[in-house]
């Protein structure tokens, strides 16, 4: 089963407006999250990423906010623009794996 | 972050034969990974690759269909063999950097018919 459960599935945003795609997991063991995002067409590029004893990172127009004791994190997409539409994918590290969420697909209407 | 390169970039290839799929980094890595990518799907782990072992498969995975080669830091191979078109996805490898994070390359499109 997915360890790593993403959503929503996609989502639609006007250009300058907020994306936000959320992830929660059980393990306890997942150390380091990253974000990447994925164009048609080409592999997965890391965009960011947090370790569980920080709440937020912030890298431009992303921020991931993270909530150990919910067991949850999510992607913030400030300012959206139609050239970050792509497929957003959560992952989880745990001993050098990563587990991959679903992936959510966003689409930003100019 | 590392440059990874992958060969070939996509191919259609008749069920029942095999397919090599290359994986070249620019710098000399530890651990490297494959994972498969079935259409529209997340990514799924298939085996990690350290050089000088033999690698380590998921569960699902089996070596006489997913043989793997490590000869050196920098190179990889995954064999995708006796194919069938469940086996058509896209094939990426990727890397681990220094913290963590992975690297990957831009994926093997393989279509099986």
């Known amino acids: 089963q997915q360890q790593v459960k993403q959503s929503p599935q996609s989502l639609i945003v006007q250009k300058g407006g907020i994306s936000i795609i959320n992830c929660a997991y059980e393990?306890?063991?997942?150390?380091?999250f990253p974000w990447y995002q994925q164009f048609p067409g080409k592999g997965p590029a890391l965009l960011i990423a947090?370790?569980?004893?920080?709440s937020e990172k912030k890298e431009g127009r992303f921020t991931i906010s993270f909530n150990k004791s919910a067991k949850q994190f999510s992607l913030h997409i400030m300012d959206s623009q139609p050239g970050d539409s792509a497929t957003y994918f959560c992952a989880a590290n745990d001993d050098y794996k990563l587990s991959f969420g679903a992936g959510t697909t966003v689409t930003v209407r100019a | 972050s590392a440059v990874i390169s992958q060969k070939p970039s996509r191919d259609i290839c008749q069920r029942g034969t095999s397919l090599t799929i290359q994986c070249q980094v620019d710098?000399?890595?530890?651990?490297m990974f494959w994972y498969r990518q079935q259409p529209g799907q997340s990514l799924t782990l298939i085996a990690t690759a350290n050089q000088g072992s033999e690698a380590t498969y998921e569960s699902g995975f089996v070596i006489d269909k997913f043989p793997i080669s490590r000869p050196n830091l920098t190179f990889s191979t995954l064999t995708v063999s006796n194919m069938s078109p469940e086996d058509s996805s896209i094939y990426l490898c990727?890397?681990?950097?220094?913290?963590?994070?992975?690297?990957f390359g831009p994926g093997t499109r393989l279509t099986v018919t």
């Open positions: 947090i370790r569980p004893d920080v």
């Open positions: 393990n306890t063991a997942f150390d380091y």
């Open positions: 710098s000399q890595v530890t651990m």
């Open positions: 990727s890397v681990r950097g220094g913290w963590d994070e992975q690297y």
